[in-house]
């Protein structure tokens, strides 16, 4: 059994030992008080409202590529959120092509791209978020 | 040496002649800095698993910010116990315990930080909510790491550590470590859809079978094999005495633990209760795995 010698010294503290604790308090309340102010906020159960901006047209390879870029305004996360692309000729669909966005965090933004086989010279690209799952 | 000095007097450090200069007690920034590097890498260690798994990096996000925060104060009540028994360095009083608590969440934090943004998980494009949750998800196995890591890397006895060894002793401490042991296991595996899985694969005699493989390897774990750190059965303690006073508690707290892991993730609500008992027997036997292994690796 180990003995011991009652009341010690008190031992000073290193000052590196206060700054990795302050650090720790710093990072911490700085967490607890993002945390508290989405719990607060409480919006995580509002729809997604998404928006889809599409970017140029690129051939790659034997397709055709348009980039696009998913916008989610508001406070609720997509889970699986589709994305349709229609090639246009004025009111005649030419070609759809279906994405896949993973996740959509609130106000996050996503890319991706739309992959057609046909030349779009002449057509008109429209896209649209067709559904999600909540997560 | 590394620079830390201790007082003489009728220490067993003394007696046993490990030669170190005595006079006052002190713990220089060097002493404090290495037993910040082992942190370091005890964060690695314990976080790089989850740091590596999906579903952690979308809990951040879809997990419910109360619980979260409940979660990571739990934790740093843990984080102060554990210190108490044994963290990355020598302490003495509650106050030194609460400073270390606070700095092992930094050293998890910052890893937890660095590791993401290394995978380019985190960036100047995640949203300041995301940032937040992802970082505090994965700061509760890092910091955990952190605290633990002297035991893994330290050098040589003294005298504070056989005072914390001492804490450790008594029958609340051996509760709180099942506790702790079985609430990391479970953490590991808890984020991901296999346990729901292996849930409903499992028919109501593999529960029961669960169950008790579960118990088995918590009772033989601690008492019947020779790991390094088994301790002694106390005197007068036959098998039953022991299977009743810490192998049932033991699987009760890694129950509980499941539970409130489960609940946390939020996979409780909607779901019946067959299947969130299914998911708790599941989680189970990987927290009675973690109860058994904390006593003897802590």
Known sequence: MPLFTGRKKSQQTPALEWVAAGTGVVFLVGLLSVIGAEALAGGTHEPPAISIKVGEMTRAGATWVAPFEAVNASGGTAVALQVEGKLVDGDVDVETSLATIDYLSAHGAAEGGLIFSQDPKGLKI???PLGYQTP | MSGRTYQVGLSLSALRGYGSPMNSLAITNRAYASGLARAFGGAIIFGLPLLMTMEMWMLGLSIHPLRLALFMLLNFVVLVILSRFGGFEPTSTIGEDVLDAFGAYAVGIVTAALILALFGL???????????GMIAVQAIPTSFGAMLA?????????????????????????LFLMLA???FLAFNVAPTEEIILIGFKMSAWHDLALIAASLLVL????????FAGQELAPDGHRTARLFLGFTCPGYAIAMLAS???LWTFGRVEGAPLEAVLGCMVVLGFPASVGAAIARLVV
């Open chain 2, 181 to 183: 042991g079985a609430m």
């Open chain 2, 122 to 132: 985190l960036g100047f494009h995640t949203t300041r909510a995301e940032f937040a």
């Open chain 2, 219 to 226: 009772h033989a774990l601690v008492y019947a094999v020779g």
């Open chain 2, 150 to 174: 002297r035991k893994q890397f330290a050098d040589g006895e003294s005298e504070k550590e056989e005072e914390q060894m001492e804490r450790s002793a008594g029958y609340a401490g051996q």
């Open chain 1, 126 to 128: 429209v896209a649209r």
């Open chain 2, 259 to 261: 539970f409130y892991i």
